[in-house]
């Protein structure tokens, strides 16, 4: 009767705790953080890297990857915090993120490269950092941004590329979050300039932001580089010409109204004019020969004739000379200045050929 009672009470231990030999250890149900060691038959808290939930388990749990613990005794594992990772199972830590990548969650198992337009220099980013205005990344995973170079900007944070200068603008130095215009009197006639460039003589510009100079018009004039207008042409000088750098003196017996004179008004005022009287001269207007008669014989005689731009295209002395003819035929029609002269008079004529 004993013995029938010894064998039903151990076929009682074996069916409430399938997991425990009785000939071995007769521990059950270990604490939180704890497991039951068969070979000591002890409770054993779970190393660091593992955790139990207690009860009938006989070995600790490893902690997953993206979790730790890194004390002896853990109910459970902590998850990564934000900022660091864990690939492995079984860790004690996390790894903080390299400089170059970040990780916003929890329990993360890797880290994440920062994307075009932003950077991490640190260790352990939770996010990574826009890009400043005037800099850029165009490649992902970086530690810094990069100054937009001249002659190109960025007005906005986060950028993966600079845009170029308009035309009339300007960037002279690196890292610039806007662009200039250019100055009056200079221009920029392409995108992504570093400068502006000052107009040229006989060219002007007024306004600021300009991609191209002005001519100046005829009557005016601009000696110099970078100039904000042209000037008028003095009285007594004439310009018919566009973009240009000086004026002409209008020619003896000629002159202007006034300023900014396109071409001069021939005048028959005579210089010491005895010759006055004495020649004459035919047809006025001519289109082809024009016959001078001096009224005597002379024995040396000078003669040129000027266009109203004040340019000489016809000179001669004559020796012994009373009447003489010119062949205007091959003259562009147009005003031009007689000058016929010896030592001792002279005198102005204007001819005109149609």
Not at 77 to 90: E, K, L, R
Not at 128 to 153: A, N, V
Not at 185 to 202: F, H, I, M, N, Q
Not at 279 to 286: E, S
């Amino acid at each position: 009767m004993k013995n029938l009672t010894y064998h039903c009470f151990t076929l009682l231990i074996f069916s409430l705790f399938p997991t425990i030999h009785y000939a071995q250890c007769a521990l059950n149900n270990a604490p939180p953080g704890e497991y039951i060691d068969i070979s000591s038959c002890q409770y054993i808290e779970a190393p660091p890297g593992t955790y139990s939930p207690g009860g009938n388990i006989t070995a600790p749990i490893e902690c997953e990857p993206g979790r730790f613990s890194d004390v002896s005794g853990s109910e459970f594992c902590q998850s990564c915090p934000a900022g660091t990772f864990q690939p492995n199972s079984g860790s004690t830590e996390c790894t903080l993120c390299p400089p170059g990548k970040s990780q916003a969650n929890t329990g993360s198992i890797d880290c994440i490269a920062c994307s075009p337009g932003k950077f991490a220099d640190t260790l352990g980013s939770v996010v990574c950092t826009d890009c400043s205005e005037g800099k850029f990344q165009p490649i992902e995973g970086q530690t810094e941004c990069l100054d937009c170079p001249k002659g190109r900007y960025q007005p906005n944070t986060g950028s993966a590329e600079c845009l170029s200068c308009s035309s009339g603008t300007f960037a002279s130095t690196t890292g610039s979050a806007t662009c200039t215009d250019c100055a009056p009197g200079k221009y920029a006639d392409t995108e992504g300039s570093e400068v502006c460039t000052d107009c040229p003589s006989g060219r002007y510009q007024p306004d600021s932001g300009s991609n191209e100079c002005i001519g100046c018009e005829p009557g005016k004039f601009t000696s110099t580089t970078g100039s904000v207008n042209c000037t008028d042409c003095p009285v007594g000088t004439f310009q018919p010409n566009s973009e240009s750098v000086d004026c002409i003196n209008c020619p003896d017996g000629s002159s202007t109204s006034g300023t900014g004179a396109m071409t001069c008004d021939i005048t028959l005022k005579l210089k010491e004019s005895s010759f006055s009287d004495i020649i004459k001269y035919y047809p006025n207007p001519t289109n082809g020969d024009i016959t001078f008669n001096l009224s005597k014989h002379y024995q040396l005689l000078n003669i040129e004739i000027i266009d109203i731009y004040g340019k000489k295209i016809h000179s001669k002395t004559y020796d012994n000379i009373q009447v003489f003819k010119i062949n205007m035929s091959s003259f562009s029609n147009g005003k031009y200045i007689f000058k016929i002269w010896n030592n001792k008079k002279n005198a102005v004529f204007a001819i005109l050929k149609q």
